[in-house]
């Protein structure tokens, strides 16, 4: 039995790491796994412009960008986007005073912005298939409505928890939970907003350049 | 911009307030608008580039939207997401640069093959020909 040690012969072992593990909060971590997701879904969406990139340009004699974008739309929308990062930024600041009316008020504002974008998005979808640009018309336009409505379905996502953590937060208060899920959400929202950079620049902007 | 990150081998739980108020980085008011309008300039800009009448040519002019959407992507990064070298112990930055390799390997491998497979491959013939 050479290898037992007592107790007294391990502690005057040099220690390389800690032997107790140090206590982690719950949901401690949550924030570095939600970011780590959010990294994974932006290679979704690099893939989708990737494949928007290669067949982007094959009209097959159907409309083009410059038929069927309308840039004061498009800005109108990225408006929208921009000013509902900004409204939840404040949501945010009103959570850490511990403004529980405050928060919820900034969250309605930022769920209205959201649904006014995707508002704006779905008339111009409905207007495309209107005129015959569906999906099925050309592979410029299925890549066209699978990244722009990838990112349309995260927008509608993201207002379903927007309402979700309110009724939370009326609910239960600005508890450690919530104020977590809001951190969260707060990343989600501001990360919509920056794939929304890439779209109104690589599929909207571009396009009418072509 | 104020962070409340601590580093883990602390021990000690000086952060038992940070937590409840959320356990990322904190951005301030100050943050949020200057982040708010450096976004409003530099998308404003780039579509002015596209909608007004300039006189320069489409190659610069989308070499120019795609440097602004770049930087704003950068300002969002860090006036929104509150994203510092030092978040999460630097775990963060790490992630989005593994993750930024990934998404530059991506699209410009998949343009970069694609293009050459279209120049060599497909008969050149033009698409508004009646089949």
Known sequence: MGHALTTEQAAARTLFYQADEHDHEAGGSTLLGFWIYLMSDCLVFAVLFAT???VGGNYAAGPGP????DLSLVALNTTM???SSMT???AMLSSYRNKVAATQ???VVT?????AFLAIELYEFAHMIHEGATPQRSAFLSAFFTLVGTHGLHVTFGIVWLITLLV????HGLNRANARRLACLSLFWHFLDVIWIGVFTFVYLMGMLR | MSTHAQGHEGGTHGHEEGLIHGDGPHGTLKDYLTGFILSVILTAIPFWLVMGDVSWSNQTIAFVIVAFAAVQMVVHMVYFLHMTPKSEDGWTLTSLVFTLILVVITLAGSLWVMYHMDSNMMPRHEASQPL
Not at chain 1, 66 to 69: G, Y
Not at chain 1, 111 to 115: E, I, K, S, T
């Open chain 1, 52 to 54: 928007y990139g290669v």
């Open chain 1, 66 to 69: 410059k038929d069927l974008f």
């Open chain 1, 81 to 83: 986007l921009l000013l």
């Open chain 1, 88 to 90: 939840y930024g404040f």
């Open chain 1, 105 to 107: 008020a900034w969250l």
């Open chain 1, 111 to 115: 769920g209205l912005f959201g649904a």
């Open chain 1, 168 to 171: 939370q937060i009326g609910k």
